[in-house]
């Protein structure tokens, strides 16, 4: 879809060209997509609670509550919390703060297209083991009672979420505007709607934070991890005492908890996702970082409060042993391309050399196929629902929408991979032809 707005203005700018296609339909669907996003991470609460009568409910309820709430004039004030904003509020602050004032290696970005690179302090891993030692001290001291606020107080928690995610994308639309700022191949159209959702500058700070990079793994990824702990409290609190959690909602937050973990452990990986290299930082990204990722992937533990299931020993194991081989597919093949990335070639893996000088890997993972770290993410993600047993498609949403998300993906990428490399990503992918599943996809 070509963005026509953008063909009529003055002479483009060398370092900032006008953006001059458009992705997701262009501005209606970027404006579709800002509004049903959001509305969906209210939709899988209301949809799927313990008082919701069904999961989901029947549509006869669903279209009586749609109908009450029209009627009810005041049914917003529901959604607002001011003790859930100022947690939020507080949380956020928390993560800051940990990020100026813990140790970490400063570690440069990818070359941009000033020629120059950004520095990154990476102390992602101490964010998020001072914050866990928190929570559990906490616990500890003061019993499982005192941290199940978040499932108490999950809407309050989703809008402000969703109202920093709308401030943040509109902080960062209004200040690209500024001169010097460098901006984002893709968000340069020049319209106010489509820039604003894809994200107009690559990389806006606030001093020294970047502000796309540390959304992207901090507040969100690690409150996930929190939140999963808030559901396992309360789940403890509900059926009196850990000893009676029950063993699919430790595999789901085991699993989760470890999934952040490794997130922060591997922090400089993020520097190569097409999210920091390519992306600028809008309400795409930051409805993701900080709405989707704690309270659409934390699904399955919620659940698992009012729906508890007791798996039996086999299947425990089964899920958990899928778990893991998905793990090492993910983990192993993004150590690959990070290692590679970074200079280094430890397993003396083949690679295709390009003109345009960065070398494309042709054996190893990357051998099987074009995105072999997104198979290894979708099975873990599966393995997270499994746990829920299958009462209910609700806690599937996510690896459904994940797999959408990374189809999506590999063509966004490859799109932007055939404008990097031209003949040689042609090349590469007679070399490489699968694009997610080896042998079939
Ligand atoms: P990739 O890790 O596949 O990175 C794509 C980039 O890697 C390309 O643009 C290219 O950039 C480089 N590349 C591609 N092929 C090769 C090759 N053969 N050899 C060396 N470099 C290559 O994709 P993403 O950045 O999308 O994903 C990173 C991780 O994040 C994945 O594990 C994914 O599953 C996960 N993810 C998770 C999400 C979630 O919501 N949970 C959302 C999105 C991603 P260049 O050549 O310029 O270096």
Redesign the pocket.
């Given at each position: 879809m070509s963005a026509k707005a953008a063909t009529t203005g003055g002479k483009a700018d060398v370092l900032n060209p006008r953006t001059t296609t458009y992705e997701f339909l262009g501005p209606l669907g970027t404006f579709v997509i800002s509004l049903s996003s959001s509305a969906v991470v209210y939709a899988l609460y209301f949809g799927c609670n313990s008082n919701s009568g069904g999961c989901p409910p029947s549509l006869v309820g669903i279209i009586g509550r749609v109908v009450s709430s029209i009627l009810d004039s005041t049914w917003w004030k529901g959604l607002w919390d001011s003790e859930a904003a100022l947690y939020y509020l507080g949380w956020y602050a928390f993560c800051v703060l940990a990020w100026l004032l813990l140790p970490g290696d400063e570690i440069e970005g990818?070359v941009l297209r000033t020629g120059g690179r950004k520095t990154y302090r990476m102390n992602g891993f101490y964010t998020f083991g001072l914050a866990l030692s928190i929570a559990c001290a906490r616990i500890w001291i003061c019993g499982p009672e005192s941290f199940t606020f978040i499932y108490d107080k999950w809407v309050g928690f989703v809008t402000a979420a969703l109202l920093s995610a709308i401030l943040l994308a509109t902080y960062c639309y209004l200040s690209s505007h500024r001169s010097g700022a460098l901006l984002a191949l893709k968000g340069n159209t020049g319209n106010i709607m489509y820039d604003w959702f894809i994200g107009r500058e690559l990389n806006p700070s606030i001093g020294s934070l970047d502000l796309k990079w540390f959304n992207e793994v901090r507040p969100g990824l690690n409150l996930w991890a929190m939140i999963n702990i808030s559901m396992l409290c309360k789940q403890a609190v509900l059926r009196g005492g850990f000893q009676n959690v029950t063993n699919s909602m430790w595999l789901v937050v085991a699993f989760q908890v470890w999934y952040v973990a490794d997130c922060m452990l591997f922090e400089p990986?993020?520097l190569?996702?097409?999210?920091?290299?390519?992306d600028g930082f809008g309400f795409m990204l930051s409805l993701?970082d900080l709405v989707?990722?704690p309270f659409t992937?934390s699904i399955q533990a919620r659940y698992l409060v009012f729906r508890p299931i007791e798996l039996q020993t086999p299947a425990a194991v089964a899920i958990f042993i899928l778990n893991a081989a998905a793990y090492w597919i993910?983990r192993d093949?993004?150590n690959?391309?990070n290692d590679?990335?970074n200079g280094k070639n430890p397993k003396n893996l083949k690679?295709?050399p390009?003109k345009?000088g960065?070398?494309?890997?042709?054996s190893g993972w990357?051998?099987l196929s074009?995105?072999?770290?997104?198979l290894?993410?979708?099975l873990m993600?599966l393995t997270w629902c499994l746990p829920t047993g299958f009462g209910t498609p609700i806690t599937y949403f996510y690896p459904i929408f994940?797999a959408i998300?990374?189809l999506h993906?590999?063509t966004?990428?490859d799109e932007?991979?055939h404008e990097?490399?031209g003949d040689d990503w042609i090349e590469?992918k007679k070399r490489?032809p699968y694009r997610i599943i080896p042998y079939i996809y």
């Open positions: 990818t990986a993020v190569t996702t097409m999210d920091i290299t390519t993701g989707w990722v992937y993910f093949s993004n690959e391309k590679f990335r690679y295709l390009t345009r960065t070398k494309l890997l042709i990357w051998g074009q995105h072999p770290n997104y290894g993410d979708w993600s994940f998300l990374l993906r590999q966004r990428d932007a991979c990097k490399y590469y490489v």
